[in-house]
């Protein structure tokens, strides 16, 4: 009866503070996604939701890409302002000037801005913060917490919101052991995010949507993304012969070279040296898991980094976990990795030369060196540092569901949407004016009575 009288509560509560702050029937959220090489403005719109135990209905209605990142201004911060100026600019046009000052702004910035030393990732976002908090310049609703740096957790679970609201999972009533588990592959750092079956012992997240509370767990590896990880390899040949201006890099292809300019100002060439066995033996060193009296809680992944079991979920494997296992030939006709095959697929690639690859897979040769790493690294990531068997066929690779990109941004924008809605909820539980509340009460006793009398009838009925 408790859960009836809440669900009564809620359909009185709810449908009014949702009306009192929109004026019109569509709605739109401005996010700027702060990423490591370029931020990009989204502008979603969706319809005002009836209930907050419905889905919203969202649409991305407009992007655009604004080049270079954010964090190219570290030494010079009094150029944000321009910077920021362009993108608002933009949104400013787009979101009709009617609904400017109720659409949320959202500034969210990931694993570029989480690699910069604290003081100076602090020093970027306080001017985005007193440009965007300045009234005259941003005429959207703004909060100094919706302008951040996302933690690697917000980004995992927010992907893992983006994916499951795709498959339209969210106000379906199904359970939660039916959501899907997402794998997500930056260029900074990659992301593991689903609902165990058993307990979740640390990094848990709970995520409430559409009236219900899901307890994710998620992690966030940085600096295990792909462009990270090719960095990664290069320092660990450089400690290998700190001396030497020619280094041969086992993970990028025969007949790749690049040159690059050393921590002290030497031109280094990397050349390719196509050896397989090599390049996993350095992966390998990157994921090795805790020794057994060093891991708590366990069980270990990558270090000493806790990770429950992975149950019996299926996952979506997006982002860069697409490219490698699609040009590798590593899917089978449902678009499921086969880990195995992709493996050994890897093995041949990785043996080639540039233009041997290239001759058999078609790819450009920019990419070429890195399907070998990606090749090497997804299915020991997969395997020996997730969990999952060799065999799976559990993960589902793909950049979109139902013709959508999975977005973390679209799922901050859902997650941040049902935080607004829940505390105004909250807020026109506790801060009704002295002069309304008898009134208040009075209406909201009689609607419960209803409620109450209805259910107890239609119990009576059964
Ligand atoms: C807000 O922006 C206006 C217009 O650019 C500027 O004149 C003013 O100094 C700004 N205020 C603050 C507190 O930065
Ligand atoms: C890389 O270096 C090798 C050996 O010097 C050379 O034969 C090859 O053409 C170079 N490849 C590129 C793409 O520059
Ligand atoms: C390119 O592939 C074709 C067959 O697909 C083969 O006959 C040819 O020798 C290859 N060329 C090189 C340079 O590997
Ligand atoms: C991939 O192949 C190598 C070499 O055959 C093997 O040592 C390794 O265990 C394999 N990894 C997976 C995940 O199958
Ligand atoms: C209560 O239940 C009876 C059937 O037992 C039904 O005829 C009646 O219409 C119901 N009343 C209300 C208010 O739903």
């Known amino acids: 009866m408790g859960t009836y009288l809440l669900l009564g509560l809620s359909m009185i509560l709810i449908p009014n503070s949702l009306a009192s702050h929109t004026t019109s029937a569509w709605n739109y959220g401005v996010m700027f996604d702060a990423g490591s090489s370029s ?22 209605m407009y992007t655009q890409r604004f080049k270079p990142g954010i964090s190219d201004y570290v030494y010079h911060p ?12 933009k949104a400013k046009s787009i979101v009709p000037v009617t609904l400017h000052h109720s659409t949320p702004l959202f500034m969210m910035a990931t694993a570029g801005l989480r690699v910069l030393p604290e003081s100076d990732a602090i020093a970027l976002m306080t001017s985005a913060r007193q440009y965007l908090g300045n009234a005259s310049v941003n005429p959207f609703t703004y909060s100094p917490h919706t302008v951040r740096i996302l933690s690697g957790e917000e980004e995992g679970a927010y992907g893992w919101i983006a994916a499951n609201y795709l498959r339209n999972f969210f106000g379906s009533n199904k359970p939660p052991s039916q959501a899907v588990g997402v794998l997500e592959m930056g260029g900074g750092s990659t992301q593991i995010t689903f609902v165990p079956d058993g307990p979740i012992l640390a990094n848990m997240f709970p995520v409430r949507m559409a009236g219900v509370t899901y307890y994710l767990y998620a992690h966030s590896y940085l600096y295990y993304g792909q462009t990270y990880m090719a960095y990664r390899i290069r320092r660990y040949l450089e400690e290998e012969s700190p001396l030497d201006t020619e280094l041969y890099n086992p993970c990028m292809l025969r007949g790749d070279n690049v040159s690059y300019s050393s921590d002290d100002g030497t031109t280094v060439i990397l050349r390719g040296d196509s050896n397989p066995t090599k390049c996993l033996e350095i992966l390998n060193s990157f994921l090795q898991s805790a020794e057994e009296n060093s891991c708590y809680p366990k069980p270990c992944a990558i270090g000493q980094i806790y990770q429950p079991s992975l149950g019996t979920d299926t996952f979506f494997a997006i982002s860069a976990y697409v490219y490698a ?32 690859a290239i001759n058999a897979t078609g790819t450009a040769a920019e990419y070429a060196s890195g399907y070998c790493m990606m090749g090497l690294y997804i299915p020991s990531l997969l395997t020996s540092s997730y969990g999952f068997p060799s065999s799976t066929n559990r993960i589902q690779v793909a950049d979109k569901i ?4 999975v977005d973390w941004a679209l799922g901050a924008v859902l997650y941040e949407l049902e935080q607004i809605d829940y505390y105004n909820w909250l807020e026109t539980c506790g801060e009704v004016s002295g002069g309304q509340r008898p009134v208040v009460s009075l209406v909201v006793w009689v609607l419960l009575g209803m409620v109450t009398f209805y259910i107890r009838n239609l119990t009576n009925v059964l």
């Open 325 to 356: 296992p699609t040009t590798l030939r590593a899917l089978d006709p449902f678009g499921r990795l086969k880990i195995k095959a992709m493996n050994t697929s890897a093995h041949q690639y990785c043996r080639m030369t540039l233009a041997q």
């Open 39 to 60: 931020s990009k403005l989204k502008i979603y719109k969706w319809p005002t939701r009836l209930s907050t135990a419905d889905a919203f209905d969202m649409d991305l």
């Open 78 to 89: 009094d150029d944000i302002p321009g910077y920021l100026g362009k993108i608002l600019n």
């Open 402 to 405: 139902n013709g959508e990109s």
